[in-house]
C-alpha cells in the first residue's frame, strides 16, 4: 500500500480516537494514481489538483455545477419499458430496474431548465453511470423533449453528452434515436436558437455520430474521449498504429472537429460567454 494508509490513516486515527477512519474518504485518482480526499475533490469541481485529471460526473452533480440551485428538474417522456424483450445473461427489464434503483432515475439522460449568469436555457445531461450514458428510446424522448421545451421558450439549449453510444438492448429502435435526436436539435437552428454541444469523457458511438457534434459551439472538456468506434477495433481494421492522444479533446481540435478545450472550471464562464454573444 502506500503511506497515506500505513502513515498517516493510522496518526488520523489516533487523533480523533476512533477504530476506523472511514475507508470512502478518498478517491484514487486513475490517471496519477495519487491519492485525493473527496471533499477537496468535490471542490475542485471533481478535477485531480496533481494531474488535472477530469472525473466522470454524474448529471445531478452537473446541474448543480452548472445552474447552482438555480434549475428546475424536469419530467421526460415515458416510454413503453424492454420493448424487445431483450434477455443475454440479465433480462435487460432487470439490468434497466437496477440502474433506475442505483441512480435514483429514470434512464441515462436528464432535463432541466435553469438560469446561467442572467440568461434562461434548457439543459439535458447524459449521465454514464446508467448503463453507460447509452441513448435508448428513453434517451431520445428526453433530448427531443429538451428541444421543444427550448422552442417553445425560444431559450437556448445545452446538452452534455457522456455516453457509451446506442443501447444495444434496444436494437434498431436505440439506432432510430440518431436521426430523431439530430432533426430535433436542426429545428432549434431554423428559429435561431443556439444549441451548444459539450462533450465530456467519454463521448462515443451513436452520441457522437448523431446530435452531439452538431452543435453551433461544441466544446469538450480536457482529455475527454470522443469518437466513434474503439481505438482498438480502428487500429486492428486499418493495421496501423494509432496517435497516443488519438480520440482525445485536445487531438480532436488540432484537427479541426470540434470548436474549445476547456478545463472543468472555466466551462460555466464559456458557455455564457458564448450564449450572450449568440443571443
Ligand atoms: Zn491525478
Request: hydrophobic content about 40%; overall charge positive.
Amino acid at each position: 500500500m502506500n503511506w497515506i494508509t500505513n502513515f498517516v490513516r493510522p496518526k488520523l486515527q489516533a487523533f480523533v480516537g476512533k477504530k476506523e477512519v472511514p475507508e470512502n474518504l478518498w478517491e484514487t485518482c486513475p490517471k496519477c494514481s495519487q491519492m485525493l480526499l473527496k471533499r477537496e475533490l468535490e471542490n475542485n469541481l471533481f478535477v485531480c489538483k496533481h494531474c488535472d485529471y477530469h472525473f466522470r460526473i454524474g448529471a445531478k452533480k452537473r446541474f448543480e455545477l452548472l445552474f447552482g440551485s438555480n434549475y428546475i428538474l424536469m419530467e421526460t417522456p415515458k416510454i413503453k419499458p424492454d420493448p424487445l424483450k431483450f434477455k443475454d445473461n440479465k433480462k435487460y427489464a432487470d439490468r434497466l430496474k437496477d440502474a433506475q434503483k442505483k441512480n435514483s432515475t429514470n434512464d441515462s439522460v436528464m432535463v432541466a431548465s435553469g438560469t446561467l449568469g442572467s440568461i434562461k436555457l434548457t439543459a439535458a445531461i447524459f449521465d454514464f453511470n446508467f448503463l453507460g450514458g447509452s441513448m435508448g428510446m428513453a434517451a431520445g424522448e428526453a433530448i427531443i423533449a429538451a428541444c421543444d421545451h427550448s422552442l417553445k421558450n425560444k431559450i437556448p439549449l445545452v446538452i452534455f453528452s457522456s455516453s457509451g453510444g446506442a443501447r444495444m438492448q434496444e436494437g434498431i429502435l436505440s439506432l432510430m434515436q440518431m436521426p430523431r435526436t439530430v432533426i430535433a436539435v436542426n429545428s432549434l437552428a431554423k428559429s435561431n436558437l443556439p444549441f451548444i454541444s459539450v462533450l465530456t469523457d467519454p463521448t462515443t458511438g451513436g452520441v457522437s455520430a448523431s446530435f452531439a457534434m452538431l452543435g453551433d459551439i461544441i466544446i469538450a472538456e480536457k482529455n475527454a474521449t470522443i469518437g466513434f468506434a474503439g481505438s482498438r477495433v480502428i487500429e486492428e481494421t486499418i493495421k496501423e498504429k494509432l496517435p497516443q492522444n488519438f480520440q482525445k479533446s485536445e487531438y480532436l481540435i488540432e484537427k479541426g472537429m470540434i470548436d474549445i478545450v476547456v478545463h472543468r472550471r472555466n466551462l460555466n464562464q464559456k458557455v455564457l460567454n458564448i450564449l450572450e454573444f449568440l443571443l
